[in-house]
């Protein structure tokens, strides 16, 4: 309801005073005010992106906050997602994010969906709001919030981070680009790592997300310009900002129906290999590792294939680091060989699936190898708690 009828929106004595140095912008007053009371907005996810966004959204005044998340709040999402505390780790973000908005504003109405956004259930979220902002965090969900939109006719205000950089853009308004014109092909499944393999700074996040919540109140108030056709790039390590034209391109493909967006990013696919490429190596528990640790067994190679920063926090005795981009060159395959020396060899890694390549790298070179199922994750939570857990 991007043009409601102001006159059947009225604020309480509370709010005037609570949207008071709203009220007195010229560019917002009663009007705007207004027009942020009358508005519904959905926010896909409640985790770094998310957290600044609907803060800001709730103190603005949005009459209505809808919030899909099906995930629970952890302790290593505390760094950046501030819309949670310590006593919400272990609980439904959604339950986590709804409290903490009430208590900022509880004029706003919050409407939670506990579950994940899919080909099917992605339309029916989506059409009561009046706009979309994407605060998620893989491929699949960005193109399918992207057809969604394109489809209800609705503005996508997105954002993305890694690491030290973060971008931002309104899709889908005024006739104006979709996510598919940036990226017409996704990349293939693991080119991107996430954050919780690449990292990313704390604060990013909030900044990024706070570019959202602007984005969307001006959709709302009708004011200003809009980052419609200009894709923002933010980096934080430089503090500079530029920006990139987008156009809609001509000969995009027209979007009909929602589809299998697991498997046009290549993800189903990818599963199957990773999957077909498990059964091809030889695993062993991290029970299995203590034992032949204890025994003083020495006719073994324990392969470290994480990075060194992530070395330099946690490590299981003995291990050996060759990082996994130097096997993937080369290097690193001709350095376990010298190591080796006709050992046996077991690699490992943060969970499990980067050893798992690593040896599916060595495998193609002559080297068999085990891998420790669960990686040093699982080696601190049934082995060894001081072993730090990132």
């Not at 996510?179 to 909030?206: H, K, Q, T």
């Not at 156009?247 to 967006?261: A, G, M, S, T, W």
């Amino acid at each position: 309801m991007l043009n409601p009828n102001l006159d059947e929106i009225q604020l309480t004595r509370e709010e005037y005073e609570r949207y008071s140095r709203h009220l007195i912008l010229p560019e917002v007053g009663l009007e705007g005010q207004k027009r942020l009371k009358a508005a519904s907005v959905l926010c896909i996810g409640t985790g770094g992106l998310g957290s600044p966004l609907l803060l800001y959204l709730a103190a603005a005044g949005i009459g209505r906050i809808g919030i899909v998340d099906f995930d629970i709040v952890d302790s290593s999402n505390l760094q950046r997602q501030v819309i949670h505390g310590t006593s919400w780790v272990g609980k439904p973000k959604i339950h986590s994010a709804k409290t903490r908005i009430l208590e900022i504003n509880p004029n706003c109405q919050v409407d939670l969906y506990e579950t994940r956004l899919t080909s099917e259930n992605a339309l029916d979220i989506m059409k009561p709001y009046d706009i979309v902002v994407d605060g998620t965090d893989n491929f699949p969900t960005r193109y399918l919030v992207n057809d969604a939109c394109v489809l209800l006719g609705k503005p996508n205000v997105y954002g993305s981070i890694f690491r030290f950089e973060g971008q931002a853009t309104v899709f889908n308004y005024e006739g104006g680009p979709n996510y598919r014109d940036l990226f017409p092909e996704p990349p293939p499944p693991g080119m991107v790592p996430s954050c919780a393999e690449g990292g990313v700074l704390g604060i990013l996040p909030g900044i990024i997300g706070v570019i959202q919540a602007t984005e969307t109140v001006k959709i709302i108030l009708g004011k200003g310009t809009t980052l419609n056709g200009r894709l923002l790039l933010y980096n934080a390590l430089e503090m500079s900002f530029r920006e990139l034209k987008l156009r809609p391109n001509p000969v995009r493909p027209v979007i009909e129906k929602l589809v299998d967006y697991e498997q046009f990013c290549g993800i189903t696919q990818a599963k199957e290999q990773e999957a077909q490429r498990l059964m091809a190596i030889q695993e062993m528990t991290v029970q299995e590792l203590k034992q032949l640790l204890d025994s003083g067994a020495k006719d073994f190679l324990l392969l470290d294939v994480r990075n060194p920063n992530e070395y330099e926090i946690a490590k299981i005795p003995g291990a050996v680091l060759i990082p996994l981009p130097d096997i993937e060159n080369g290097a690193g395959v001709e350095k376990v060989k010298e190591l080796l020396n006709g050992h046996r060899l077991i690699a490992h890694c943060k969970m499990g699936g980067r050893s798992a390549k690593a040896l599916g790298i060595l495998k193609e070179a002559g080297i068999e190898g085990i891998n420790v199922k669960g990686g040093i994750t699982a080696w601190s939570r049934e082995i060894d708690s001081s072993v730090p857990e990132y």
